[in-house]
């Protein structure tokens, strides 16, 4: 029997290489998908790519309520529940020494990778089936820190922070809530930090990046997926408020 067989997943960053690549396994794996993103456009085409009746997607804004209380109602609307929440939207920010960090790309990236993983939790978990399952993206930079990236570093040991105190809030209805920590993953978000790190040199980053990885390579965005359908399905029914790592060995020391 398929792992979501019967269940209802949403997928925020949902036109993104890894809320894509998440969404086509989990419909592999009998769930119905509703994925939300800003972008209608790439919505759009993901959902075409797809094809599947049993996906549908939505355009919301993951920092304003009245947004993400949208996604939430059309997905109930659509598919009459919601069993499995990826709270996966986040965006990269600048690379740039603290002193020089613009504080308006600062803003939008706490909003983002912050209140709107905090908005999701907070609407989307009052629609959600006893037994549920939430996984919110971190990162290895939630684990640790990085120079060059305050904002992200910053936001994503906040996403730990969530998970955690939601976990023991979702508890007694046996909803599970637990974050991923991704290592560097080879998709367009890469390529912007590559660039950041080295302007002209970006192939030269990507080398010192995999080079931190004893397994030598970036993560791929099957892999990332495959770490989340194992959270989304009941083979990790006992398992909350933990952090699942993905990272090659990076953070191993």
């Known amino acids: 029997m398929a792992k979501l067989e019967g269940k209802v997943a949403v997928i925020t960053g949902g036109s993104g290489a890894i809320g894509s690549t998440t969404a086509k396994l989990f419909l592999e794996e009998g769930a119905k998908v509703v994925l939300v993103d800003i972008n209608e456009q790439a919505l759009s085409e993901v959902a075409s790519e797809l ?7 939505v355009t919301a804004d993951v920092t304003k309520a009245d947004d993400v209380q949208k996604y939430v109602q059309h997905t109930v609307n ?30 939008k990236l706490i909003a983002v990778n912050v209140k ?3 908005l999701g939790l907070k609407y989307v978990l009052s629609e959600m089936n006893e037994g549920g399952s939430v996984i919110n993206t971190s990162s290895v930079a939630g684990l ?22 939601v976990a023991l809030e979702a508890a007694p209805r046996k909803i599970r809530v637990n974050s991923i920590h991704p290592s560097p993953v080879d998709n367009r978000m890469m390529r912007s930090l590559e660039g950041g790190y080295a302007p002209g040199a970006a192939e ?11 397994l030598n390579r970036y993560a791929t965005n099957d892999d990332i997926a495959k770490g989340v359908l194992f959270l989304a399905s009941d083979d990790s029914k006992f398992i909350t ?13």
Do not use: Q
């Not at 990085?146 to 998970?163: D, M, Q, R």
């Not at 408020?241 to 020391?253: F, P, S, W």
């Open 204 to 214: 030269e980053a990507k080398k010192n990046f995999e080079n931190a990885i004893p």
């Open 51 to 57: 094809n599947s009746d049993r996906i549908s997607y």
């Open 78 to 107: 659509t598919f009459g529940k919601i069993d499995v929440f990826f709270n996966n939207a986040g965006v990269e920010g600048a690379v740039k020494p603290i002193e020089e960090y613009p504080e308006d790309v600062f803003d």
């Open 241 to 253: 408020g933990t952090k699942l790592v993905m990272d090659g060995g990076m953070t191993m020391a």
């Open 144 to 165: 640790s820190g990085s120079p060059l990236v305050s904002a992200y570093v910053t936001s994503k040991h906040a996403v730990v922070g969530l998970t955690r105190a």
């Open 116 to 118: 709107g993983v905090w």
